[in-house]
């Protein structure tokens, strides 16, 4: 009788227990998911709005996104982890606030910090040139007369101290080259100066380059991927250049893989990373992001580790260019 | 000169003005469509309500629908989103003029004789001649897009950071114009909006300035809750301090009908001087719509005729503002589909959306896609066209706003104020900001201070600062780049000329001030 009792008791418990995990795993989600994006309107948040609407496809919810630009990602980075770890935010975690702000000292977190969902997306960076340029034909040679003419050449990385920045003064100490960055907040705006002549060399993305590939020249493309190569119209890569810069897969490139606070409950997590992998592998999502200029990424969460801190060793071990930069600079003025 | 010459200027060229008819009948083809039309016209209606809601805006509205639009068919997509741009740079003239509170920034400058002509019960007439310019200034845009966008856009692409500095300097001239009462009042909240613009990153350095340790400073203020809070908070304020808000408004709901056509006809003048300076501003990336409205007021009001008295319902105010902020919607479509530029943010929104969609804007869109080019010159100009009509029909609807007892609208506004502020980055400080600035904007009205140079000072103060250091860092010759430069040149006679006529007309009216005040005086003594 006893033995009866207990075993429905345990029957009893056990059902009920097994209904609340299923009730709270179904009631996840029970509201809009909220995307925070660090940047600014334009290709990239529409590019994250893409993959945003397919994960809440998959979710069956919502997913605005939203734009919290300010302090070269931090802002958006700092807010997101500020929310409640309750898998209602997910960040849309850039290389710029994930990686390289801690690098300089601008973060005080780590990319150990979070929980990875899944790799998203990645886009290629080039270095161009003015069309008609008579003072140089290549990347090496106008290395060479920047490092004969110090300090007279000014190009634009878009904004000061992110990953296009660092990575072309990375390339301009390799050659003892010191040139002024003039720092601007819209990418577009680098293009057309750059385009008029007013800038002498200038970071460009796929997008900017695809619309008007007559207006610049491709010097150099800051990525090893043969599709980067492809994109920028077969231009030679920093593979390719005589010295290394001690960067390749996604270390010279933009991307960003999206992440959740670390205190997320892992049921929650797992159903987040399920949907983000399902959309990231759907064709029509995989072409919407192509589409725009950007690379899927197909890593899943298990690969965070190894991929992002292959890429923070990168930046870490690339010295503090920036500062060189800033320093051979005053010694000029 | 004609835009049927080639960029070039060189030779007069039919065969492009024949190739601009081909692109629009081939774009004929694709709008002529059901949904394509039903989703342009649904795209004015959404952008109307997201204008004329304090905190929201266009930008909000495209970024809201996108993802929606990126599944339809690319022209459908397109009128859909580039409706709600036209709507809603037009939606905030509504409650600038039924509430003065400007749904946007956009329509700050809206508010300064569109709310005096609500009170003196011409708000029908008011909002019929603000949608009536929105969208007469709007198709002028279109014609300036579809016949002259690569010379324009070309034109716009030597526009370098001299230039802007320049322009953003030309633009704080205004101030003083629209500063009625006291210049000096006006130049003090003006050098306001330009501090509380140096709040946040320096982008230069990268330093931070005024953050008080805070990361939702970062990024400085957010314009719409600084604008919201300064209008719409002190506005409601001085609204419950009127011992009213019970009484049921006797206000006459009058259908605007065609002679709102007339009255705005009746200023073509002004409508297309001011379009044609909305239209330049916007095809230069980044300058804006704010600028445009407040440069095309300031210029209606120095050529307004005697008896004209801007400020207090004049007619021609309105037809200032809004002719040229939508106007600015065609221009910065200019360098979007021209050079795949975006002119503006909502702009940069579209931009995306034709990437997405598969189309690859620049010169190469015009060659590749001329059925898609033709149908979004077809669905900017049928927008316009649209926005008269949805405009002029929902109007009485709007002002029905108005008979509704302050009661139930005081709370009814603040409550939509704080759903807007809240929504642009789902966060509770901007609300906070919201009520620091509706604090701010109350002590500003009982000191009789003006508030629209706060906005202006910081819109243009990021534009000024930063161009005004990326011109030094690129010139090699210190302040010397803005004379080397022509079009720098040229814009730095006229910031000259500007500022000496402003001098001396300032002194003149000072010193009729005080020649009235001492006859005054004179006169009280005899």
Known sequence: MELRKLLKGSLLAGAFVAASATTALAEFPERNIEVIHPWGPGNAMAMSQVVAKAMGEELGTDMPVISLPGAAGTKAQTTAMGKPADGYTVFDGYVAPLVLQPILGNADWNFKDFKPLSAAVANAFAIAGQVGETRWSNFEEMMAYCKDNRGELRYSSGSRNNLPHMVIAKALQSYDCVAQNVPYTQDGNVFKDLGSKVLDFAFVNVGNFRSNPDKVKILLVLSELPSSKKAFHGAPTIGELGVDLGLSNLGPMGWTWWIVNPDTPDDVTEKLRGAMERAMARQDVKDAVEAIGFVPLEWDHTKYEEIVGGVDSQLNSMGNALAWEEEELKKLN | ?526
């Open chain 2, 1 to 526: 000169m004609s835009c049927c010459r080639s960029a070039s200027g060189t030779s007069l060229s039919r065969g492009r003005c024949a190739v601009i008819f081909d692109f629009l009948s081939a774009g004929l083809d694709v709008f002529l469509s059901p949904i394509a039309l039903g989703l342009t016209f649904a795209g004015i209606v959404v952008g109307l309500v997201v204008g004329a809601m304090p905190g929201l805006g266009p930008l909000m509205g495209i970024i809201l629908l996108l993802p929606v639009a990126i599944g339809l068919p690319p022209v459908a997509a397109m009128g859909f989103l580039i409706a709600i741009f036209v709507g809603g740079s037009c939606g905030g003239s509504i409650s600038a003029i039924l509430l003065r509170i400007p749904g946007t920034p956009l329509a700050a400058a809206t508010l300064y004789d569109g709310y005096p002509m609500a009170q003196k019960g011409r708000a029908s007439d008011a909002i019929g001649i603000a949608i009536t310019s929105s969208a007469i200034g709007g198709l002028i845009g279109g014609v300036v897009l579809v016949f002259c966008a690569p010379i324009l856009a070309s034109f716009a692409a030597n526009f370098a950071p001299p230039e802007y500095a320049m322009l953003a300097i030309m633009g704080l001239f205004a101030i003083v114009v629209i500063s009625g009462g006291s210049i000096i009042k006006g130049l003090l909240a003006g050098s306001f909006g330009l501090l509380i613009s140096t709040v946040g990153t320096d982008s230069f350095s990268t330093g931070l300035r005024f953050t008080f340790g805070s990361h939702n400073l970062l990024n400085g203020f957010h314009i719409v809750a600084v604008v919201v809070g300064l209008f719409a908070i002190s506005e409601m304020a001085a609204q419950m301090m009127k011992r009213d808000l019970l009484k049921i408004p006797d206000v006459k709901v009058a259908r605007p009908g065609l002679h709102t056509i007339t009255l705005t006809l009746k200023h073509w003048v002004n409508l297309i001087r001011s379009s044609a300076i909305g239209t330049f501003f916007g095809a230069i990336p980044g300058a804006g719509g704010v600028i445009s409205s407040f440069t095309s007021y300031a210029v209606a009001k120095a050529a307004a005729k005697p008896g004209e008295v801007y400020g207090e319902g004049a007619e021609g105010g309105v037809v200032a503002t809004e002719s040229a902020n939508n106007s600015t919607v065609g221009g910065t479509l200019v360098p979007t589909l021209s050079l795949g530029i975006p002119g503006d943010a909502s702009s940069a929104m579209l931009l995306g959306a034709l990437l997405i969609l598969g189309f690859i804007p620049g010169p190469a869109m015009f060659e590749n896609n001329p059925d898609v080019v033709g149908g979004i010159f077809m669905v900017y100009l049928a927008s316009n066209i649209f926005l008269l009509v949805a405009g002029i029909l929902a109007t009485p609807l709007f002002v029905y706003v108005l008979r509704i007892p302050k009661v139930y609208l005081i709370p009814s506004i603040l409550l939509l104020c704080s759903i807007g502020t809240f929504a642009l980055q789902a966060s509770v400080f901007d609300l906070q900001i919201m009520l620091v600035f509706g604090l701010i904007g109350i002590l500003f009205r009982s000191a009789d201070y003006p508030l629209a140079p706060v906005v202006i000072g910081m819109i243009l103060g990021p534009i000024l600062e930063a161009n005004l250091r990326r011109s030094l860092l690129i010139s090699r010759e210190g302040y010397w780049i803005f004379l080397d430069r022509p079009v720098s040149a040229v814009l730095v006679s006229i910031n000259v000329l500007l500022l000496l006529a402003m001098v001396y007309l300032t002194v003149q009216r000072m010193r009729g001030a005080k020649e009235t005040a001492l006859a005054k005086a004179m006169s009280a003594e005899d």
